[in-house]
């Protein structure tokens, strides 16, 4: 990816340029409660991606799936998203991140478990 500019419009929030010439717009302009780089909610981040996981299976980077789980859901600032998302261009380093993601949502889950029954 070239770059990736926040260019709020009425439809989508950001726009990835890539080196291909594909554009592709993604995230919500105003979503209720942001993204990972808005607020830093980890708890937040593992419901996003539990119900966006299925996004990858395109296995396509262009995607808007693809980036919004990348960039807005992956480190906390836009700036460590897009090194962090070029970086897995340049290696096609996917698998392993999504093998982390997985790791992460079942730690919540078992720590969220043991908060609700009482352990």
């Known amino acids: 990816m070239l770059e990736c500019v926040e260019e709020i419009n009425q439809s989508k929030r950001f726009k990835a340029y890539f080196k291909d010439g594909t554009i592709t717009e993604f995230g919500q302009t105003n979503p ?3 993204t990972f780089i808005d607020h830093q909610d980890k708890e937040l981040k ?3 991606l539990k119900r966006h996981l299925k996004d990858l299976e395109t296995n396509d980077y262009t995607k808007p799936g693809f980036l ?3 960039i ?3 480190k906390p600032t836009l700036k460590e998203s897009i090194k962090d998302f070029n970086k ?3 290696k096609n380093y996917w698998e392993k991140n999504i093998n982390i993601y997985n790791n992460e949502r079942r730690k919540l889950e078992t720590a969220r478990n043991k908060r609700f ?3």
């Open 117 to 119: 029954s009482g352990s």
């Open 72 to 74: 807005s859901w992956n």
């Open 46 to 48: 593992i419901n996003y």
């Open 32 to 34: 209720k409660k942001g």
């Open 88 to 90: 897995r261009i340049n």
């Open 68 to 70: 919004s789980i990348f």
